[in-house]
Nanobody
Framework: DVQLQASGGGLVQSGGSLRLSCTASGFAFANAEMSWIRQAQGKGTEWVST???????NYAEFVKGRFTISRDDTKNTLYLQMNSLRFEDTAVYYC??????????????WGQGTLVTVSS
C-alpha cells in the first residue's frame, strides 16, 4: 500500500520557521514527482512546490525565496523548509505524489496533512 505520512506542523510566530517532512512508502520514491499543496480554512487547495527526480524544483510565486523543497531518496522523505512565515501561510499542508501523464488527475496519492498555524 502507498502511504504518505506528513509531519512537522505546529504553531509559530510570524517571521519564524518550520520544516515539514513527508515519509513515503509503497512506491519508487526516487522516481516520483512530489509536491506540497496547502489548504487554508474555508479555501481551496493551493499548490506550493514540486520536486522532480534528480532534485529540480518549482515554486509558487508566493513562497519563492522563503520556502525550500528537498528530498532524501535514501530515506524516502520529502521536506519543506519554511522560513519567514506569514500569517497567510496558515493552512493544512499536504504532501502528494504527482500522477503520471494521462491518468486524468494531477495527484494520485495524498498524505494526511499537517497543520501550520502562523500567529501574527
Amino acid at each position: 500500500d502507498v502511504q504518505l505520512q506528513a509531519s512537522g506542523g505546529g504553531l509559530v510566530q510570524s517571521g519564524g520557521s518550520l520544516r515539514l517532512s513527508c515519509t513515503a512508502s509503497g512506491f519508487a520514491f526516487a522516481n516520483a514527482e512530489m509536491s506540497w499543496i496547502r489548504q487554508a480554512q474555508g479555501k481551496g487547495t493551493e499548490w506550493v512546490s514540486t520536486t522532480y527526480p534528480g532534485g529540480n524544483a518549482n515554486y509558487a510565486e508566493f513562497v519563492k525565496g522563503r520556502f525550500t523543497i528537498s528530498r532524501d531518496d535514501t530515506k524516502n522523505t520529502l521536506y519543506l523548509q519554511m522560513n519567514s512565515l506569514r500569517f497567510e501561510d496558515t493552512a493544512v499542508y499536504y504532501c502528494a505524489k504527482r500522477a503520471p501523464l494521462g491518468v486524468g488527475v494531477d495527484y494520485e496519492y495524498w498524505g494526511q496533512g499537517t497543520l501550520v498555524t502562523v500567529s501574527s
